[in-house]
Nanobody, 125 residues
Framework: QLQASGGGLVQPGGSLRLSCAVS????????IAWFHQAPGKEREGVLC????????YYVDSVKGRLTISRDIAKNTVFLQMNSLKPDDTGVYFCAAVREPIAARNWTRRLEYDYWGQGTLVTVSS
């Protein structure tokens, strides 16, 4: 029901846009988050967009570089990645949970019921 795409190899400082195509769920009723799993590390939430009012949440490490948005008509959520760093390397997963979700819990993996298969981003020169 969630399919992530758009990953690839990019040089440091470059940009990528990831997409999460959602089927069987409506974006106005589900919060969608992007999680990052670096090699050998735990999967961590990086950004989230709420279902109702499309409020966005992010971790400090991505502030000013990564942004999340959605297209209701296309039922797709996007992750725009700018000024990429080698530490951004890893697999990016999109995940969905039916609202309401407490704002303080959006980074918790266990909150989410649906997951995409992930897309690999490699930042390297």
């Amino acid at each position: 029901q969630l399919q992530a795409s758009g990953g690839g190899l990019v040089q440091p400082g470059g940009s990528l846009r990831l997409s999460c195509a959602v089927s069987g769920l409506t974006l106005d009723a589900y919060a969608i988050a992007w999680f990052h799993q670096a090699p050998g590390k735990e999967r961590e939430g990086v950004l989230c967009i709420s279902g109702g009012d499309s409020s966005t949440y992010y971790v400090d490490s991505v502030k000013g570089r990564l942004t999340i948005s959605r297209d209701i008509a296309k039922n797709t959520v996007f992750l725009q990645m700018n000024s990429l760093k080698p530490d951004d390397t890893g697999v990016y997963f999109c995940a969905a949970v039916r609202e309401p979700i407490a704002a303080r819990n959006w980074t918790r993996r266990l909150e989410y019921d649906y997951w995409g298969q992930g897309t690999l981003v490699t930042v390297s020169s």
